[in-house]
């Protein structure tokens, strides 16, 4: 499902990839001193690491080291050891490596690992991973890190993949690279894929490197760890990896520091709270809540509010679902709003369908508004939902907000919908546009037997695109001899040359042995 979001998006070059594949591991630098009686070592450690053979690069910078300590390579060997220890995954070895780097830091300041953060990145999640195992001094040194970055600044939250979509969508149907029923079908498979991505992250909650690629996933572009080029000099690996870590304390621990990251205002601080805001979002309670609230309503950049409106959803306590409600009837930005309908289709209490479903019955609320909120209530896949949206049909008063319930509806396979959506595709009284889209669902659905559709096509004299909607139906019925006869009959006997030709097209398409005979007959037909 993901797997089809993603082509979707590259097929109509947003320019934003919803997810990345990991970056290859770094391997230390090519031998930058040949005389230096080291070399040897530091040119094999180096083919260790690239062949991923972990324990022989511990040993060999580790004894790079001991025997050559005044080497131009030994400080940038501790890093490397503790780099390959870190990747054994055991205790005992994530406490070498610590060791590795603390006496990088006291003795080799000026090393090019040193230098650039990387240690003090690669320090900070050796200890994440030990306070994630209950090492208390582990656990100490991230909070302390923490803390110092609650003074600080640091990285790159994301935009949600819900804010690229409509655009995409858009653009694909404006250049003839989708149909409108193959954009809202796209529409669909990546709401789908959000929630997927939305729940992975829930059952990863340990782990943050991966709680941080599941975050990705939903959202676009940039990685949740990425420092954003405007900031490259102000903040560091390192106190991203301090926030990562940061993860792992409970929330007496945590809540005050990222209090103070959120309370921050100066250059570059912006990157730092959003990633703040996803890790109070992570805490599922009231506290959480109140401190989104305060995002919501008091931070002074726009993007960190809408963070803080998405994740208000992962939270789902009643005051966050009021919140939210709250946004959606009186906040005046309508791509706030936006995201408070979504926020509200991902969250499980009752109240939020409610909410939802009495604002797109709402005739004095923006229209594509509305929409988006009929949409959504279709993707929460409930009975009452779908039973809501039949009932409100009637009620709707423009065909954009028809059409949105219409894919709604369709949304959820029941024989009630596919009913009423048969119907809808009967109805004279719709326009065109609604009975095709109706048409299209209900046959996607089974809703529509070859007998309604030959109803349909007999009815619509007047409409060549609705009959050529009921072709197409027809053809999907492959081995339903009944709808090969009804499309023999129109490639026989229809007078519109156009609607003839669509026919003859899909009989060329199908492997009944009848269609064969009949092309032959009529291209051996007197000239």
Known sequence: MKLLTLSFLALVGTGAALDRPASPDPIPAV?????????SLWR?????????????????FEQLVNEHPTSAYAGDALYWQAFAL???????????????????REKYATSATYTSGESAALLTRVNGRLARSGDAEAGAAVAAAAAEIAASVAPAALEMAAAVAPAALEAAIASGHMSSAEAERARAEMARGLAEARAEMAGVRGSAVAAARASSRARSGRGSDEIPPECEGVIGDDRIEALNALMQMNSEQALPVLRRVLERRDRCSEVLRRKAVFIVAQRRNDEAADILVNVVRNDPDRTTRSEAVFWLSQVNTDRSVTVLEGILKTETDEDLQKRAIFALSQANAPR???????????????????????????????????????????????DELRDKAIFAVAQRRSPENAAWLLERAKDRQLSAQLRKSALFWASQSGGATVADLGQIYDTSTEDRELRGQVIFALSQRRNDSAAVDRLLAIA????DAELRRQALFWLGQSRDPRAAAALEEIINKPL
């Open 86 to 104: 870190q990747r054994t995954g055991s205790s005992s070895d994530l406490r070498r490596a610590a060791r590795a780097l603390e006496t990088q």
């Open 352 to 398: 939020a369908g409610e909410i939802l479903r009495d604002f797109a019955g709402r005739r004095d609320a923006n229209t594509e508004l509305r929409a988006e909120a009929i949409f959504w209530i279709g993707q929460r896949g409930r009975g009452e939902n779908s039973a809501f949206l039949r009932e409100l049909f009637p009620r709707l008063d423009n």
């Open 31 to 39: 031998s930058y001193a040949p005389e230096d009686a080291a070399d």
């Open 492 to 495: 026989r006997t229809e007078q």
């Open 44 to 60: 094999a450690g180096r083919v260790a690491i690239a062949d991923e053979d972990w324990r022989r690069a511990a040993r060999l």
